[in-house]
């Protein structure tokens, strides 16, 4: 089973930027693709960005030309970048395989508070 280790939340006040990064156990290219996903307080877990093995991105409307989801197949790691940082963007992010019978354990995320 994958092991996903999140990094690179933190603080940031409303309309900055920040990286996730989501390093991999093994070949993320085994996958059909990954995800990141975020947890607010309160709130159910929600897909968010989307990369498929063939190079297919996908967002979700509320991130959709703020976010951007890549990765580095030789690293085995996923990115988020994340530009004009809103409140509500605050949650914890965590990346997983997309294929839900695929899926590993949930690493322990990363923290991103956006506040000014």
């Known amino acids: 089973q994958v092991q996903l280790v999140e990094s690179g939340g933190g603080l940031v006040q409303p309309g900055g930027s920040l990286r996730l990064s989501c390093a991999a156990s093994?070949?993320?290219?085994?996958?059909?693709?990954m995800g990141w996903f975020r947890q607010a307080p309160g709130k159910q877990r929600e897909l968010i960005a989307s990369?498929?093995?063939?190079?297919?991105?996908g967002y979700a409307s509320s991130v959709k030309g703020r976010f951007t989801i890549s990765s580095d197949n030789a690293k085995n790691t996923v990115y988020l970048q994340m530009n004009s940082l809103k409140p509500e963007d605050t949650a914890v992010y965590y990346c997983?395989?997309?294929?839900?019978?695929?899926?590993?354990?949930w690493g322990q995320g990363a923290q991103v508070t956006v506040s000014s």
């Open positions: 997983n395989v997309l294929n839900i019978f695929e899926r590993g354990s």
């Open positions: 990369i498929t093995r063939g190079g297919s991105l």
């Open positions: 093994g070949s993320i290219l085994s996958f059909n693709g």
